[in-house]
């Protein structure tokens, strides 16, 4: 019988549309779930939304509408973009659907009938955190804010409560016998060094907010927005439904995949609050870490977010998915940008990935006529090099190191790209036609693709669907055996096709200097494989440093350059002469508010064109993730002033 596999991921808050960092989540749980599948588990993967508390009170009430109509306009946003990123969870429960309810008022029967002191009324005071909806520890607080700088309120409040304290050594039993319990390690250690503190009951109902499940007998309050969500990963199998077949299939729950910020809730509470209802645990917590923009986490509250749907918009969603995937190294945290975005596209994508592919399919359709080349190779190099790699791949993705397991992939292509430069087999085919040779090189490259793509599947899936077709192979045939060497037919029908991943425009798209330089020369494809590596941080001798000639210049003339979004042409005097320069930062300065102001240039770059135009130096900016911000000096000085 298929092994049962039970994912879910957190349930966002609905009170605003889902960021980057939501989605990313979303990804990564439909990557672990497309894997298990093809490797014949039997999988339920659920997500689904947060909807009641204070936040989605608060929001409604901001909008003038009531709370269930901001969720149901919310709602529908999560459903248009998880169909659009080919999420393939099998459910989706809302927290305010009936069968919900049913599932949060039957853990809390269950709680009362088995030790019945464990939820009690009592009255609390204390350091409460609204953004978070908890108390805080004293020790924890410190001018008006708590650790993650929320502000906190003295509130005096007369609570249900649940006997959390009485959990405090089953839950540090608990990890000391289940070490994976939660993941990555890190965060294992900080729950158990939390929890070592000794723990404080928790208050689990609110009176002073009406938008939630009343508690059972009495209706003055409702029941603790957290309490309420953790429970949806329950209810959504039925539990305490008249047919709970599923709940009593399904759970435990193989994987709760959230992220770093929410490890207390599904580590410690959650935990408990089965304990106390004599409901088994979840095998493991798993914890990503935070997308962030400028190294501040990307939040709904501080407005810094990236949308994922006008990337997807135009780079299409395999591109969004591998680049969060392979952007992240799991359990750490991952900036965001425009720009790492195109390097990675390009590099990865367009270059590596694409061009790999449609170099061997051209080949074999114009050497083999239309088709995979007649004969097979059952020894050879890259036979060699795809058996060693795909037990280190499987390892990766069950280890959840998505972006370990791409590394793997791209070292079989680089094994691809240094197989075919060094067998030139376009020189074979003048030599000798399209003999048996030249038929198991061409073979042995597109199996080798095959295997690649069998590999990204789970990432890219509609992407590996198209190339597997145009490889000749039926693309559902990404099942627990397709990793294995052979499975390419031969003298099937191929399709070369245009580039699976077009090129990005990169100077077009972000209008700034620096990316037109990543545009490749002219001349064949390049085919070594570029991996993204950390900025070189040589340090420079002073010497080196006064080779650049950085001046004070004053911008005498500006204009927009026509059909760029971000460059803008600027007349500058250097002391000596006028000269024209071309920076990108259109999307902060206006024409108008340039000329007159004194900034600061490089006088001795070589002369770019830039549209069309020559530019004879560059603007020093401060870049804000793409937003310029112009370095300026005193008005006073004058022009050409040497800068060092
Ligand atoms: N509603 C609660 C979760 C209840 S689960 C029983 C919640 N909602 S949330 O909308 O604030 O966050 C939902 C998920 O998105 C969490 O796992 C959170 O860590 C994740 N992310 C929110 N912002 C994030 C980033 N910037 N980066 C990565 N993921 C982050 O918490």
Request: hydrophobic share 40%; proline share 6%.
């Amino acid at each position: 019988m298929a092994k049962k596999f039970y994912i879910t991921t957190a349930i966002d808050y609905v009170n605003d549309d889902p960021h980057i960092g939501h989605m990313y989540e979303k990804v990564m749980a439909d990557v672990i779930a497309r894997h298990r599948r093809r490797m014949g588990d039997d999988v339920w993967f659920l997500t689904g939304t947060d909807e009641h508390g204070q936040k989605i009170e608060r929001a409604a009430a901001k909008e003038g509408i009531l709370p269930i109509e901001l969720v149901d306009r919310v709602v529908a946003q999560y459903h248009e973009l998880l169909r659009k990123l080919n999420i393939s969870n099998d459910d989706f429960v809302r927290t305010t659907e009936p069968r919900h309810r049913i599932g949060v008022l039957e853990l809390i029967r269950r709680i009362q009938e088995r030790i019945p002191d464990d939820i009690y009324l009592g009255e609390h005071a204390g350091w409460y955190c609204q953004t978070e909806e908890t108390f805080v520890p004293e020790n924890q607080v410190r001018d008006g804010v708590d650790q993650d700088g929320h502000p906190v309120e003295w509130t005096t409040e007369k609570n249900y409560f649940f006997k959390l304290s009485r959990y405090t050594e089953p839950l540090l039993e608990h990890y000391r016998r289940n070490p994976d319990f939660v993941r990555p390690r890190t965060r294992l250690n900080e729950v158990v060094a939390f929890v070592e503190q000794g723990l404080r009951d928790l208050s689990i109902s609110r009176t002073a907010i009406t938008w939630g499940i009343p508690f059972p007998g009495n209706p003055d309050h409702v029941i603790y927005v957290w309490m309420d969500a953790l429970t949806n990963y329950i209810s959504a199998l039925g539990f305490g439904s008249a047919e709970d077949e599923r709940f009593r299939h399904d759970w435990p729950a193989d994987v709760h995949l959230i992220g770093k910020d929410i490890v207390r809730f599904h580590a410690v509470y959650w935990p408990a609050f089965l304990m106390a209802a004599g409901v088994e645990l979840p095998k493991q917590v798993v914890a990503h870490g935070w997308w962030l923009r400028d190294n501040v986490k990307i939040s709904k509250s501080l407005g810094n977010v990236v949308r994922p749907h006008e990337i997807i918009d135009t780079f299409g969603v395999d591109p969004f998915r591998y680049y969060v995937v392979r952007e992240m190294v799991f359990g750490q945290d991952a900036n965001y940008s425009d720009q790492s975005f195109i390097t990675r596209y390009n590099a990865d994508l367009a270059n590596d990935l694409g061009n790999t592919l449609s170099r061997a399919l051209k080949m074999s359709d114009s050497y083999f006529g239309g088709k995979t080349p007649p004969v097979a190779c059952d020894d050879n190099d890259l036979l060699r090099a795809a058996g060693a790699l795909a037990p280190e791949y499987l390892r990766a993705m069950d280890e959840l190191a998505f972006s370990r397991a791409m590394d793997v992939a791209w070292k079989l292509l680089v094994a691809v790209n240094g197989y075919i430069v060094s067998r030139e087999p376009w020189k074979m085919f003048k030599e000798t036609g399209a003999d048996e040779t030249l038929s198991r090189v061409i073979w042995n490259s597109l199996e080798s693709l095959r295997i690649i793509w069998v590999m990204l599947a789970p990432v890219m899936p509609a992407t590996a669907r198209e190339a597997l077709s145009r490889l000749g192979v039926d693309p559902e045939a990404i099942d627990a055996g397709a990793l294995q060497w052979g499975k390419l037919p031969t003298n099937a029908p191929i399709r070369a096709g245009d580039p699976i991943f077009p090129r990005i425009d990169a100077a077009a798209y972000m209008g700034e200097t620096k990316m037109e330089e990543t545009k490749p020369s002219a001349g064949p494809p390049p085919i070594e494989t570029t991996q993204a590596a950390p900025p070189d941080l040589a340090r420079v001798s002073i010497e080196q440093f006064m080779e650049i000639d950085l001046r004070v210049a004053e911008v005498r003339a500006a204009e927009r350059v026509p059909k760029s979004k971000k460059l803008i042409k600027m007349t500058v005097f250097t002391g000596e002469e006028e000269r024209t320069l071309v920076a990108g930062i259109a999307t902060k300065y206006t024409p108008e508010e340039l000329v007159g102001r004194k900034i600061v240039i490089v006088a001795n770059l070589e002369p770019a064109r830039l549209m069309g135009i020559e530019s004879n130096g560059m603007a020093l900016a401060a870049s804000i993730d793409g937003e310029p911000s112009l370095l300026s000096v005193d008005p006073n000085v004058p022009s050409g002033t040497k800068v060092k």
